[in-house]
T-cell receptor, first 115, second 113 residues
Framework: EAGVAQSPRYKIIEKRQSVAFWCNPI?????LYWYQQILGQGPKLLIQ????????DSQLPKDRFSAERLKGVDSTLKIQPAKLEDSAVYLC?????????????FGPGTRLTVL | KQEVTQIPAALSVPEGENLVLNCSFT??????LQWFRQDPGKGLTSLLL?????REQTSGRLNASLDKSSGRSTLYIAASQPGDSATYLC????????????FGTGTRLQVFP
């Protein structure tokens, strides 16, 4: 089965610009996650979707970050405007149902550099 | 608030050595613990998952143990190979939010020939 797809793989922008990332989860997976991984740190959950509804966005900086999952399949994560501290790898993951112990499958990530 | 710590942060060993990576967590009310591998430019690959009721899991040359009461897990890699070079991350999910993974900062492993 195809894995989690993400694009672009790399993005370089100036601070105060906008940027969007795209994620296509594994077919049939109901739950989708966006993580932020700053260099030298472990991934931190930004937002979790169950189908097209938000389950947890407690760590999403809502003044500049937004995410949507239309039709419960693909998802986009947007940053507007970007700050220097947003430089990180943004990982998308999906799981079958998001239940206890349900394995999460990760995409390759998008590396964002904000200058 | 659950915090996960991994030591050492980096490790460089010659091929063939047996090695141990450590993970500690502050809240023992975990649902499960997972070890992941991360290669540069790639996503995370799940290596082993230990349920809170289990003591260890094994897969090939990898063995992970869990001591919930002391808040510790170890990943043992036997007969290390250059292909094992990667960053190893542990993550816990808590009893009150079983979907949410809380990651450690990782151990960057280099195995040289």
């Amino acid at each position: 089965e195809a894995g989690v797809a993400q694009s672009p793989r790399y993005k370089i922008i100036e601070k105060r610009q906008s940027v969007a990332f795209w994620c296509n989860p594994i077919s049939g997976h109901a739950t989708l996650y966006w993580y932020q991984q700053i260099l030298g740190q472990g991934p931190k959950l930004l937002i979790q979707f169950q189908n097209n509804g938000v389950v947890d966005d407690s760590q999403l900086p809502k003044d500049r970050f937004s995410a949507e999952r239309l039709k419960g399949v693909d998802s986009t994560l947007k940053i507007q405007p970007a700050k220097l501290e947003d430089s990180a790898v943004y990982l998308c993951a999906s799981s079958r149902a998001g239940g206890p112990g349900d394995e999460q499958f990760f995409g390759p990530g998008t590396r964002l550099t904000v200058l | 608030k659950q915090e996960v710590t991994q030591i050492p942060a980096a490790l460089s060993v010659p091929e063939g050595e047996n090695l141990v990576l450590n993970c500690s967590f502050t809240d023992s009310a975990i649902y499960n613990l997972q070890w992941f591998r991360q290669d540069p430019g790639k996503g995370l690959t799940s290596l082993l998952l230990i349920q809170s009721s289990q003591r260890e899991q094994t897969s090939g040359r990898l063995n992970a143990s869990l001591d919930k009461s002391s808040g510790r897990s170890t990943l043992y890699i036997a007969a290390s190979q250059p292909g094992d070079s990667a960053t190893y991350l542990c993550a816990v999910s808590t009893s009150y939010n079983t979907d949410k993974l809380i990651f450690g900062t990782g151990t960057r492993l280099q195995v040289f020939p």
